[in-house]
């Protein structure tokens, strides 16, 4: 007995084009090697698993395989019932409305499990003697086993199917079932593997610049992105759940900021169907009561838990719970989704919510010129922040330009002039003329506002949105700065974010560890100068710090290069697609050249 841990050799990747999975799990002590294919249904609730078992001994062996189901359901453990469905030999697992089913069979045998058990957490020792109780049902803080044994001759292998689906009601969930086996489980995973493949490859990309690595993320991280997109339009930063534990909280809410720049990503990709959804959603989810947008929501649509406070102790007074730059993303990236799309495709998101967003956004400023106080990019800081104002004038010239294609007149003239007002105020109260570099912003406490000198990665963002050419010598000294004071020193480089970023910090003598999307902000610059070899390098080195199957992390361990935080980030795989993009355009116009 061994359950799939440490003791097994796991090999985790991804069948070419899809994100069906391609895992390889071999144990040298029970000499069995097991090939597994995981995928969603393309047109259905259902997880699919097929197990190849491979028996590696000479005779032929009984192997029973089991399958431990221990589900958090409307995210508590507690009121759920899990039951033994003699009927379809399934197992259920459910609380209100939501059920869930365990099926499979063993190739050559009547479909249903072969053992059972449910009980209070824990249950899955009772597997660990080969034989499972049947106990048939346990209500409370429950968790359930679903077994299957098959016979394998020796240096033979046999296949299991596995699969687990989730309904409204029981009748539902055991039609569902009849379904799956009707349509035969092989069939489901041959179905999503080709609607992934159809959906990758409707919008081609000429490789031919690229090395096959390279490529490969490209792919990966595009399907990545899709699987990241709700039904309704919500974008989840990720699905990872392994942060849970330590934090009490997952990345699983859809943020406007990340939403915004992975729907840019995906408009320059050619997948405009799947960013006009999100636009919608974002549309939906504006509350009547704020012209802005929250720091995060839910996937249907309503608000996400915060650590964005309504009272300000320092100042001891309340404050405006916004984080003004995801609401100006939103704004910017709707106005370049008017470039890829369908003609007419953005006019009624246009006049029916985001030209009152931009509205607020032309007023909420102060009379220097500068945006009112908010939340930074990285959530963490209240206070006037120059990535924020670059985010705004990029959304308020975004605004502008669809003003000018669905009116009225006016909108666009003072979208512009609210625009040109805060980007002369960056350039004159955000800019070091001493350091020759942008500073990071304004901080706000009791005694007055306070520069904060610290270079940081977001600062790309002038230039990346629009408000000054990357060749600009004040950006110039910017983006150097922060390659030169936020490269890691160690053998495994990259970029932090700022100097002591305590996030997930591993090493207090380095500035941070370094992210995936601050090391390909760097290469978009470099990119923007038409260097190359620079560019490929930082690309490569994306490249290198993907797990085997393609996943990208949000960020890694400065001396390992392991992944520390959430995998994958859908935000850091939409950075790469874009930058990807990048690279390939000014490949073509230096060949050209």
């Known amino acids: ?71 958090d359901i409307v995210e508590q453990p507690f009121a759920t019932t899990a039951l033994y469905h003699p009927d379809t030999r399934t197992i259920l697992i459910y609380k209100g409305h939501v059920w869930f089913l365990l099926g499979g069979y063993s190739e050559g045998e009547p479909l249903g499990l072969a053992q059972f058990t449910t009980g209070f957490r824990g249950s899955y020792r009772d597997a660990e003697d080969g034989w499972l109780n049947g106990q048939a049902v346990a209500t409370g803080n429950v968790d359930a086993v679903g077994g299957i044994n098959c ?143 929250w720091q995060k929501y839910n996937p249907d649509g309503s608000r996400g838990s915060t650590w964005h406070a309504m009272f300000n102790p320092q100042l001891r007074a309340p404050q405006m719970q916004t984080q003004e730059d995801e609401t100006a993303l939103v704004i910017w990236a709707l106005a370049e989704h008017a470039h890829y799309c369908p003609d007419g495709c953005v006019e009624r998101l246009y006049t029916n919510w985001a030209r009152n967003v931009a509205d607020w956004l032309a007023t909420y400023r102060r009379r220097d010129g500068l945006p009112r106080p908010s939340f930074n990019l990285w959530e963490e800081s209240y206070g006037i922040w120059t990535f924020t104002t670059a985010a705004v004038v990029a959304g308020l010239n975004g605004a502008a330009a669809m003003a000018h294609a669905y009116g009225p007149e006016e909108e666009e003239s003072r979208f512009r002039q609210a625009a040109q007002a805060i980007q002369e105020a960056t350039a004159s109260k955000l800019y070091d003329e001493k350091a020759r570099r942008f500073i990071t912003g304004l901080r706000i406490d009791e005694q007055g506002e306070h520069p904060v000198s610290d270079v940081d990665a977001s600062l790309f963002g002038l230039w990346a949105l629009g408000g000054f050419a990357p060749n600009d010598p004040r950006i110039v000294g910017t983006m150097q700065a922060i390659e030169r004071e936020l490269w890691v020193p160690t053998p495994i480089g990259g970029v932090a974010r700022y100097p002591n970023d305590r996030y997930y910090q591993r090493d207090p003598a380095l500035p941070g560890n370094p992210w995936i999307i601050t090391t390909l902000w760097l290469a978009e610059w470099y990119l923007a100068l038409g260097q190359l070899p620079r560019a490929l390098e930082l690309l490569n080195w994306v490249a290198d710090r993907a797990l085997p199957s393609g996943i990208l992390p949000e960020q890694v361990d400065p001396h390992t290069g392991e992944p520390v935080s959430v995998s994958p980030l859908t935000w850091s795989h939409s950075a790469y697609a874009l930058t990807i993009h990048q690279y390939l355009r000014v490949g073509r116009a230096a060949q050209q050249a």
């Open 1 to 71: 007995m061994a359950w799939i841990c440490s003791t097994w050799q796991i090999e985790r990747r991804y069948r070419p084009q899809t994100l069906v999975t391609d895992v390889r799990a071999v144990n040298p002590r029970l000499r069995l090697q097991l090939e597994i294919n995981d995928a969603m249904a393309p047109d259905a609730n259902v997880l699919v698993r097929r197990v190849v078992v491979h028996n590696l001994a000479a005779n032929e062996r009984e192997v029973r395989l089991f399958w431990h189901l221990d589900l």
């Open 151 to 293: 016979q394998v001759p020796g240096r033979g292998s046999h296949t299991i199917y596995y699969w687990l689906l989730v309904a409204p009601g029981m009748e539902e969930a055991i039609a569902a079932h009849r379904q799956v086996a009707f349509r035969r489980p092989e069939r489901l995973l041959d179905d999503a593997a080709v609607t992934m493949q159809g959906w990758l490859t409707a919008h081609a990309v000429d490789y031919q610049r690229l090395p096959a690595k390279l490529a490969r993320l490209y792919e990966v991280s595009l399907l990545v992105i899709r699987s990241a997109i709700g039904h309704e339009g919500a974008i989840i930063a990720s699905p990872d759940s392994t942060i849970e534990r330590p934090s009490r909280d997952t990345y699983q809410y859809a943020w406007p900021r990340d939403g915004a720049l992975v729907a840019h990503a995906l408009d320059v990709a050619g997948h405009t169907e799947e960013s006009h959804r999100f636009f919608r959603f974002c549309a939906e989810a504006l509350s009547g009561s704020v012209p802005w947008l």
